[in-house]
């Protein structure tokens, strides 16, 4: 088999890039390790980035995002019992994002694909990315029991933290810079209508909360627990009753409950390889780079990844220059260094390590009061959060 980009992963780089480069007339083969009843309920992330939302919707997969996506144009923050809104519009010239999970991103994604767009193949396992320094790149992989080639112009690694394309670049080369956090996300689903009409973000002494959503029936919750939890040690009455001390207020808002259909526990992790290129094999999304999940730009990330990828070889192809492809991992890393930076910031001003001392509690709380009081300090956070330009200006 033969194409111009073999893509390794369908997951939302992977997917979105298929789009974007059958939009622009270049052909691709997406290969993914999983059936597509697993892609498809895998759950994830659920914010995009006013940018993600418009680049979906230029790619023509926006229909349904903008039918049953919610628009959100700020986010509470909860700390000493107390609330305070961020309001993005009125902090970023207009910006705001759209809560719609990424599930449902990857079920329209795969649809279009599928229904117009160049061969994807599930339970297609990459097995190794090959040549990756020639003019001649191959995937070597396994499908319907059968091991095949894929033989490519160019290869994307769109495969995730625990793929295989990053291992096709030479260690010599490469640079990893990596944080561990000693907590993970103990997060749920909820038939439950969420209790506020915006995420909240809330700090407390006994750890983070955060209320989310899937739909205006559909709650999404998370709580910060201790470094590998099994979600099973946590019956329902138990996560119910620690999320409400965890968003108490001295008002009277109150948290609703209801049945809880999912439970799952994710780790923490800050991580970037440098670079996301070797010769004609070049990484996107989690396969390059980790950030702990607080503020939601992992998917954000992604998307940025493989639309900087795409206008490079639109560019490449139209006028033929390399010159984009050669900065494509000097573009990308400028965006994933602030995404790292905020996701950090975000993650250490809101969670509780374990052994924090007092005064790492009133230096958090101290944080929190400038953000709630400084027009600066929370107009940095509302810029970071709506997302920062995708491509050279990033
Ligand atoms: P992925 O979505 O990981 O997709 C990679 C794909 O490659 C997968 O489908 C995988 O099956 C496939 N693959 C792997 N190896 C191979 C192979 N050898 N051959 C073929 N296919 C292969 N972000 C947020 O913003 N908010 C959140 O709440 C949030 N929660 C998360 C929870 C978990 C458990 C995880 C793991 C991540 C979470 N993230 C969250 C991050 C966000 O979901 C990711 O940043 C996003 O999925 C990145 O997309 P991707 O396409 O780069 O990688
Ligand atoms: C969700 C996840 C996040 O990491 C976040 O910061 C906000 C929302 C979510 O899954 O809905």
């Not at 396992?125 to 160019?154: M, N």
């Amino acid at each position: 088999m033969r194409t111009t980009v073999g893509i390794i992963g369908a997951g939302p780089a992977g997917l979105l890039l298929a789009r974007l480069l059958h939009n622009a007339g270049i052909d691709s083969v997406v290969l993914e390790s999983r059936d597509r009843a697993y892609v498809e309920r895998r759950q994830r992330a659920g914010i995009l980035e006013q940018g993600t939302a418009d680049v979906l919707r230029a790619a023509g997969a926006g229909e349904r995002m903008d039918r049953e996506g919610l628009r959100h144009d700020g986010i509470e923050l909860r700390f000493d019992r107390t609330r305070h809104r961020v309001d993005f519009p009125g902090l970023t010239g207009g910006r705001s994002v759209m809560v719609y999970a990424q599930t449902e991103v990857c079920k329209d994604l795969i649809a279009l694909q599928l229904r117009e767009g160049g061969p994807l193949l599930f339970e297609a396992e990459a097995l190794a990315v090959e040549d990756a320094g020639t003019d001649a790149p191959r995937i070597r992989f396994r499908h319907e029991g059968r091991e095949d080639v894929l033989e490519c112009s160019y290869v994307v690694g769109c495969d995730g933290f625990w793929g295989v394309a990053r291992k096709a670049i030479p260690a010599g080369l490469t640079q990893v810079f990596e944080r561990t956090y000693p907590f993970g996300w103990l997060g749920i689903l909820a038939d439950v209508p969420p209790s506020h009409d915006e995420l909240v973000y809330a700090r407390h002494d006994r750890g983070f909360a955060l209320l989310s959503m899937r739909s205006p029936a559909v709650s999404r919750l998370y709580l910060q627990v201790a470094d590998g939890t099994d979600p099973g040690a946590w019956d329902d009455e138990e996560i119910w009753d620690e999320l409400e001390r965890r968003f108490e207020t001295d008002d009277d808002w109150y948290l609703q409950r209801g049945p809880i259909t999912q439970k799952t526990v994710t780790p923490m992790r800050s991580y970037v390889h440098e670079p996301m290129r070797h010769g004609r094999l070049f990484l996107a999304g989690d396969a390059a780079h980790i950030v702990p999940p607080t503020g939601a730009k992992g998917l954000n990330l992604a998307a940025g990844d493989v639309v900087t990828f795409a206008r490079a070889l639109i560019h490449r192809q139209e006028t033929g220059s390399p010159e984009l492809l050669d900065a494509y991992s000097r573009t990308c890393l400028r965006r994933v260094w602030q995404a790292e930076r905020f996701s950090y910031d975000m993650t250490t001003l809101l969670h509780r390590a374990p052994g924090a001392t007092a005064f790492e509690d009133r230096l958090q709380l101290a944080r929190l009061e400038r953000i709630a009081s400084s027009r600066a300090a929370e107009t940095d956070l509302a810029e970071a959060y709506t997302g920062f330009p995708f491509g050279p200006a990033g």
